[in-house]
């Protein structure tokens, strides 16, 4: 009897610590991404810059670095100010150099033995150098940058550009003023400004305190203004121009010159109106301005547009004046002759000069089916005699926008994923609707991959943002679509794509995926429209190991801080049947203690 009381001790104890060690060896805990910070995020010229990073493990990977770029910087193309290297290796064999956490002082802690950084603004970026990742980034100021303010957004041709300055303050060198298009960057080029002054001359005394203006306070010549401003997006630039090079450490807002449209609704209905806003229309300069509409795909100077209204004709305006309101398509200088109404479809609206070039960005419009009219009189409601079965569905539905205005529909199964299953993305309209009207040019189609929720698209088409891509084309050519000779005939209308597996990465391989939250979207790269956004945009997440599944309960609270306990289906049925072994265990040996005693 004592033998088997033994055995059956034996067994319990055996299924309780099985049991136990399922629940230990299942705790799991998500990867955090670091982060960043900076003791301050203004300094003065000479001052120490003390910044810290946490949490960093191996988990990240290798190569990982702390960087100080002048600001907005292309991670892996820009050159760095500063840096520091925190974790090196090889992949799968990472080794932390400073540890989770530390704080370091630059310029005395950087690696390119500098003593002081330059007036100037600058980001801070903790960043993976080989998959080019930023972690995390913080954007600081050395010196009073100076702050430009426009009197206004928006200028008439010819008009005077009123802005003010302040924070100037004297540095080694001249501070000089630029008016320039927007995105121009003065730094180690040589291009003409349309205007420019100083804001403190050579020998370090202020010209001018705060108020500026173009041309008046130009320091080449009136008629370069005239002669070099075009319709478009302009800024304020201000440089402290040394003898090797200029830094940056003022820029305006953005601001229009010359003529502008825009409209208050993209979205109508087959046989509503369209209307078109205008503003800044002037005929000083001997230009007519046009509005156009087009159908999506068409190309001005090949395909004729759809409608068109005259802002100006020879050296009058329109009847609408300066600023205006065009409605399609009452307005319409061809009467309809092409469009008697909005049908249902996609279209452009552009502006155009009497020289047929286009002026300012295109405006996409969308036209929807009218909807069906509601009936006169609401039909009979009919009780059920019994409430009618619900069947489950036997496959889950497809996440995906119900409207997409764009090219392509990207969609997924579900909007969360393993770390072990991968991303599977689904497409189409490729061809159809982007390339079998061709424009005579290449298309790179791009299925991205970014890290995070809630991104600009300024962020989903930045190569720095990135996480990881696959291509859908690759230098496709539109005018070889169907051609025997094609070398891109494996390009199809649908069809679908996975990450990792897909994925091309920044270097050519594939990376692995971490959990977090994911953005998808397609962008086409031409080499007539640049970036352009095709496709509706899918917010995802990736978790680490088990099931993306919602469970059936509330897990218990692990042991672990910040661990979350993820057991899967086959094992934790294995526990719970061993945890009934080892009570029914305990109660036999009880038992039998009662017997003999």
């Known amino acids: 009897m004592r033998k088997k009381i033994s055995v059956l001790l034996v067994i319990a104890l055996i299924a309780t610590m099985f049991a136990f060690n399922v629940e230990v060896t299942n705790n799991v805990a998500a990867v955090e991404e670091p982060t960043l910070s900076t003791d301050k995020t203004a300094y003065a010229v000479g001052e120490d810059i003390k910044i810290t990073y946490e949490g960093l493990t191996t988990d990240h990977g290798y190569d990982i670095e ?15 100010l500063d840096y520091v ?89 001249p501070v000089e003023i630029y008016l320039m298009p927007k995105g121009w960057v003065r730094e180690g080029t040589a291009t003409a400004s349309i205007c420019w002054t100083y804001g403190y001359d050579k020998n370090n005394d202020i010209l001018y305190n705060t108020d500026f203006s173009f041309p008046r306070d130009d320091r080449r010549s009136p008629s370069n203004f005239t002669r070099d401003m075009k319709p478009g997006e302009y800024e304020i630039l201000l440089f402290e121009y040394g003898p090797n090079n200029a830094t940056r450490f003022g820029v305006s807002e953005t601001f229009v010159v010359g003529p502008t449209i825009d409209v208050e609704d993209t979205t109508i209905y087959a046989g509503e109106n369209l209307e078109i806003d205008f503003a800044n229309v002037t005929t000083n300069i001997g230009n007519e301005w046009e509005v156009r509409l087009y159908k999506k795909g068409d190309v001005p100077g090949r395909d004729r547009s759809k409608m068109y209204y005259k802002l100006t004709s020879g050296n009058a305006l329109s009847a609408k004046g300066e600023s205006g309101t065009i409605t399609f398509p009452a307005d ?125 698209p300024a962020q989903h088409v930045a ?35 996975s990450f990792p597996n897909e994925g091309l990465g920044l270097n050519g391989a594939a990376i692995p995926l971490v959990a977090g939250d994911y953005t998808l979207v397609v962008y086409d790269y031409s080499a007539a429209g640049g970036a352009k956004q095709v496709s509706n945009v899918l917010e995802i997440t990736v978790v680490e190991g088990g099931s993306s599944a919602a469970p059936s309960e509330t897990p218990a609270a692990s042991a672990t801080p910040g661990a979350q306990n993820k057991p899967t289906g086959d094992v934790s049925m294995f526990a719970i049947v061993a945890l009934v072994m080892a009570c029914a265990g305990a109660y036999v040996v009880v038992m039998k203690k009662k017997v003999r005693g």
């Open 85 to 173: 290297d925190l974790a090196t290796g090889t992949a799968g064999n990472a080794s932390l150099i400073y540890g989770a956490s530390k704080t370091f002082t630059f310029p005395e802690d950087g690696a390119r033995n500098a003593t002081s950084y330059p007036l100037g603004c600058y980001t801070i970026c903790l960043v993976n150098y080989t998959t080019k990742y930023v972690y995390d980034s913080v954007n600081i100021s050395i010196g009073d940058v100076a702050t430009v303010t426009m009197e206004k957004s928006s200028y008439k041709l010819g008009e005077e550009i009123t802005f003010s300055v302040s924070g100037l303050q004297k540095g080694s060198w």
């Open 463 to 497: 190569l720095a943002d990135r996480f990881d891509y696959t291509d859908l084309t690759d230098n496709y050519s539109p005018n070889s679509y169907q051609q025997a000779n094609n070398t891109y005939a494996s390009v199809t209308e649908s069809g679908s794509r």
């Open 66 to 80: 702390l960087l100080l770029y002048k600001r907005n910087p292309v991670v892996g193309t820009s050159a760095s």
């Open 332 to 456: 319409d200088a061809r009467n309809g002759e092409l469009l008697t109404s909005m049908e249902k479809g996609e279209y452009e609206v552009r502006m155009f000069n009497g020289s047929g070039a286009q002026i300012g960005e295109t405006i996409s419009i969308t036209v929807l089916e009218a909807p069906t009219a509601a009936p006169t009189s609401a039909p009979a409601t009919v009780a059920p005699t019994s409430a009618p079965a619900t069947v489950a569905p036997t496959v889950a539905p497809t996440v995906a926008p119900t409207t997409n205005p764009y090219d392509i529909t990207i969609s997924v199964d579900k909007t969360t994923f393993t770390v072990e299953e991968g991303i599977t993305v689904k497409y189409e309209g490729m061809l159809e609707s982007l390339f079998k009207k061709g424009d005579g040019t290449w298309h790179d189609v791009e299925l991205r991959l970014v890290k995070g929720h809630g991104l600009t």
